[in-house]
């Protein structure tokens, strides 16, 4: 037996040890990067054809035509970038992943999402992201430059938290330790065969969620004594300190039932909610504009509600809740080392909106300034604009088709590396087949 456990303990720590990216992180930017000649998608102005963005300290700096390059002094250690024929975009962001909480879904030690005990708001979800994730060079590869990551399980499972896709450990890598509480919202309508016992368990989780919140009020009017769990509720309340933000809450709602309730529920004690998932979120728009309740749209990649719903229920909500007027971004909602797909599932959305006058720079600010005002970062991320992070990418073509390549991508200024795990795999077994003579080799 006790072999057993060695071969099993010796076969973990290599599960885990080879799950382990060995990148290094960019260093700091030393000199000003001048990128010319890209169709520049700004997101919030007007698209540039045959464009130039400079770079200098981390931070964008000219953004105009290329006609400005005649009337700017280069320092003589400028780089100057060619990028002619290709796109220059913002960072894509993902709101809601679990990149660097878990590394392979099979193996219990690499799994750190899910937190013991029905309520647990004083976790942080940073805490707990591993920098080596070798997940994370694979969302990154492909144009998803911060992320937000979500820790799930129970009713209060903790709060969210905002990382740039690059950094040596977890402090470089985060924007914002604390970005709002997480509530899972119980089913409104009881289901299953035993309708009663449904109803018993939403009410005691309403009454848990509700008891919570009410120490919580009591306790930043008044305590003696510091409790972690209601000084985390505290974050999202209401508060006469002007110098104290408030906190938004993140509602895991996908019913039409659930999503009114949640709003009704946080409006009635002053909270500031975010619908995520939101699968019915196109059914109560009246109630997401009066309340001014963004939409975190949990994936296209979902199947339609009903049996009889329209196959392209999911791929069509982007565009009703922009044809509504409701602040929206998408979401791969946490499907684990799918985050990279995020371009391609609004690609998706965009081919079906056209009853909707969906349109292309809609979907491209789902993922982009959308995202970035929900969680709070559009002051600096979400655009390219004058004054903000220089957290931006290029592809070699849309990035919302499939076929696209991202080539380059800088986070703060920083040009980061784009190869990962399956880059690598690709060109060792690329090269085992030229030394076979079965491909040709590039020469």
Known sequence: MKYKTL?????????????????PSAPEQDHPIFLVGATVHTITGETITNGVVSITEGKIGIVAGHDIMSRVRLSSNTQIIDLTGKHLYPGMIDSITRLGLVETSSVRATRDYNEVGDMTPEVRAYVSVNPDSVVIPTARSNGILTFGVFPTGGTIP??????QADGWTTEDMTLTQDAGLIINWPRMRPTGSNKNKSKERRDHTLENINTI????????????????????????????????????????????????????????????????????????????LSTNTPVIIGGTYNQPKRPDAPYDQPYTLPAKLEQAGVLWSLTMSGRHAHERNLPE??????????????????????????????????????S??????????????????VTSIVTHAWIQGRQVDLS??????????QEKYRQLDMIESDD
Request: hydrophobic share 45%; net charge negative; aromatic share 6%.
């Open 420 to 429: 990962n795990k399956q880059t690598k795999l690709r060109d060792k077994y």
């Open 7 to 23: 071969i099993t303990t010796i076969a973990l720590a290599t599960t885990i040890a080879s799950a382990q990216d060995l990148t």
């Open 213 to 288: 919140f009410d120490n919580a009020t009591a306790y930043a009017a008044h305590h003696d004594a510091v409790d972690l769990k209601l000084e985390a509720i505290s974050t999202v309340l209401p508060s006469d300190d002007s110098d104290k933000p408030q906190n938004p809450i993140f509602i895991n709602a996908n019913d039409y039932d659930q999503i009114t309730a949640a709003i009704n529920w946080a409006v009635s004690r002053n909270l500031h909610p975010i619908i995520v998932g939101g699968r019915d979120a196109h059914l109560c728009t009246d109630l997401l």
């Open 345 to 382: 599932a609004m690609g998706i959305a965009l081919a079906h909106g056209d009853d909707y006058n969906f349109t292309h720079q809609a979907a491209l600010r789902g993922i982009t300034i959308n995202a970035a005002k929900i969680l709070g970062l559009e002051a600096s991320l979400g």
């Open 384 to 401: 390219i604009e004058s004054g903000k992070s220089a957290t931006m990418f290029v592809s070699d073509g849309g990035i919302l088709n």
């Open 158 to 163: 903790g709060r969210a938290s905002i990382l």
